[in-house]
């Protein structure tokens, strides 16, 4: 009834935007394949065990990103364990303890403001404050990368644990619980899945962050532990991408192919992780 209502002007109209929506919609699903594919295709070639499993040696000449690796998945967990407990616990007080509107609004505020900063501008904060409060080591890019994030962190557990219903936490409060209580039996059960998927995903954005990390982490490719990496300098995958890109060195530039389709991998694997562990954890919720 309602197409046979329209004139043909405004069928028109609606036809060209569906023509338009559809053409976008395309344009950026290509756009995205494109990409994929052929990082996929100009990297996967070069990645051999050899590249994956040893240091680079100057003077044998060959190449290996096997410290950048480990460096990499380092300074995750070491932003990750800064970050999520700050994010999740300043979620928690502004959600459920804060009683002044305007104090919450003007962090909420400060931490959007915070998210819209380029990432070379808090790596020169890092190296003005961290880098030489501790030297150039992964600490503190970890602790620069935790500040970048801290603001995501925040507003994703904020949001979801504005989606639990306000009549569990009062039911529980009619029960005579305390609301310390009332957040960890019922608020954070409650919407565990989004605050997963929003760690999982501040996850990635550390693994694909370069820009900060050039000032705070330094370039070294050495093989060191956990602990004693967080003390000395070291180049993450998308810090030694930069630096293999512009090496004149006879398979750099393969090396770098090879690091960016890695890289492209992990994103990937980080995304499907974030939806799996989201679509996990509202299924033991709905059960």
Same mark, same amino acid.
């Given at each position: 009834m309602l197409k046979r209502s329209m004139s043909p002007a405004r069928r028109a109209r609606a036809a060209l935007a569906k023509a338009l929506m559809l053409l976008s919609t395309a344009l950026t699903c290509g756009l995205a394949l494109f990409l994929i594919g052929w990082v996929l295709a100009s990297g996967i070639p070069h990645i051999t065990w050899e590249l994956v499993s040893t240091k680079p040696s100057y003077l044998a000449g060959s190449i290996g990103i096997l410290p950048d690796i480990l460096n990499t998945l380092y300074i995750i967990l070491a932003a990750l364990l800064?970050?999520?407990?700050?994010?999740?616990?300043?979620a928690i007080y502004l959600t459920e303890y804060a009683q002044n509107k305007r104090l919450t609004a003007a962090i909420e505020?400060?931490? $959007?403001? %915070?998210?819209?900063?380029?990432s070379i501008i808090f790596g020169l904060v890092g190296m003005l404050v961290f880098a030489n409060t501790f030297g150039s080591c992964l600490l503190a890019g970890a602790l620069t990368l935790a500040v970048m994030n801290l603001p995501t962190v925040m507003r994703t557990a904020? $949001?979801? %644990?504005?989606t639990v219903p306000m009549s569990l936490r009062e039911g529980a409060f009619g029960l005579g619980a305390g609301r310390w209580r009332v957040i960890r039996t019922v608020v954070l059960p409650g919407c565990v899945d989004g605050i997963v998927t929003g760690c999982v995903l501040s996850a990635g954005r550390v693994l694909g962050e370069s820009a900060a990390l050039l000032f705070t982490a330094g370039f070294a490719?050495?093989?060191?532990?956990f602990f004693s990496a967080l003390r000395s300098p070291g180049a993450t995958l998308t810090v030694a991408l930069?630096?293999?890109?512009?090496?004149?060195t006879p398979g750099a530039a393969g090396a770098s192919f090879a690091i960016a389709a890695i890289l492209m991998l992990l994103t990937l694997c980080v995304n499907l992780a974030a939806a799996l562990t989201g679509?996990?954890?509202?299924?033991?919720?709905a059960l």
């Amino acid at each position: 009834m309602l197409k046979r209502s329209m004139s043909p002007a405004r069928r028109a109209r609606a036809a060209l935007a569906k023509a338009l929506m559809l053409l976008s919609t395309a344009l950026t699903c290509g756009l995205a394949l494109f990409l994929i594919g052929w990082v996929l295709a100009s990297g996967i070639p070069h990645i051999t065990w050899e590249l994956v499993s040893t240091k680079p040696s100057y003077l044998a000449g060959s190449i290996g990103i096997l410290p950048d690796i480990l460096n990499t998945l380092y300074i995750i967990l070491a932003a990750l364990l800064i970050v999520l407990p700050l994010g999740v616990g300043a979620a928690i007080y502004l959600t459920e303890y804060a009683q002044n509107k305007r104090l919450t609004a003007a962090i909420e505020y400060a931490a $959007e403001t %915070l998210s819209g900063i380029p990432s070379i501008i808090f790596g020169l904060v890092g190296m003005l404050v961290f880098a030489n409060t501790f030297g150039s080591c992964l600490l503190a890019g970890a602790l620069t990368l935790a500040v970048m994030n801290l603001p995501t962190v925040m507003r994703t557990a904020q $949001e979801s %644990l504005k989606t639990v219903p306000m009549s569990l936490r009062e039911g529980a409060f009619g029960l005579g619980a305390g609301r310390w209580r009332v957040i960890r039996t019922v608020v954070l059960p409650g919407c565990v899945d989004g605050i997963v998927t929003g760690c999982v995903l501040s996850a990635g954005r550390v693994l694909g962050e370069s820009a900060a990390l050039l000032f705070t982490a330094g370039f070294a490719h050495t093989l060191n532990g956990f602990f004693s990496a967080l003390r000395s300098p070291g180049a993450t995958l998308t810090v030694a991408l930069y630096l293999y890109v512009s090496d004149p060195t006879p398979g750099a530039a393969g090396a770098s192919f090879a690091i960016a389709a890695i890289l492209m991998l992990l994103t990937l694997c980080v995304n499907l992780a974030a939806a799996l562990t989201g679509r996990y954890f509202k299924k033991g919720r709905a059960l």
